[in-house]
């Protein structure tokens, strides 16, 4: 079975850093081999749509979407089967729900609250 599994979430005030990490697993069985995986963080705000945040590919070219493009950073251990978002200078606006998603599949998400 296909399973992307997100963690480090939390609460944190305004300027804060948090890194969430997104393991996935079941991917191998299923014919896919995670270093090729083009692999994507999107998040959903409270009241909000899903909106994407960032992307990155097998390569490790990245994207990132305007609103957290600078304090955001994707990366990914292939070894790990992880993927990883460091997020610095969090805002109020970044509260929300952050996903993981690959092929299809989208994980549970992790909480990130941005309080003080």
């Known amino acids: 079975e296909v399973q992307l599994v997100e963690s480090g979430g939390g609460l944190v005030q305004p300027g804060g850093s948090l890194r969430l990490s997104c393991t996935a697993s079941?991917?191998?069985?299923?014919?896919?081999?995670?270093?090729?995986?083009?692999m994507s963080w999107a998040r959903q705000a409270p009241g909000k749509g899903l909106e994407w945040v960032s992307h990155?590919?097998?390569?490790?070219?990245?994207y990132y979407a305007d609103s957290i493009k600078g304090r955001f950073t994707i990366s990914r251990d292939n070894a790990k089967n992880t993927l990883y978002l460091q997020m610095n200078s969090l805002k109020l606006d970044d509260t929300a729900v952050y996903y993981c998603?690959?092929?299809?599949?989208r994980g549970q998400g992790t909480q990130v609250t941005v309080s003080s």
């Open positions: 998603a690959t092929q299809g599949v």
């Open positions: 079941g991917f191998t069985a299923s014919g896919f081999t995670f270093s090729f995986l083009v």
């Open positions: 990155i590919y097998s390569d490790g070219s990245t």
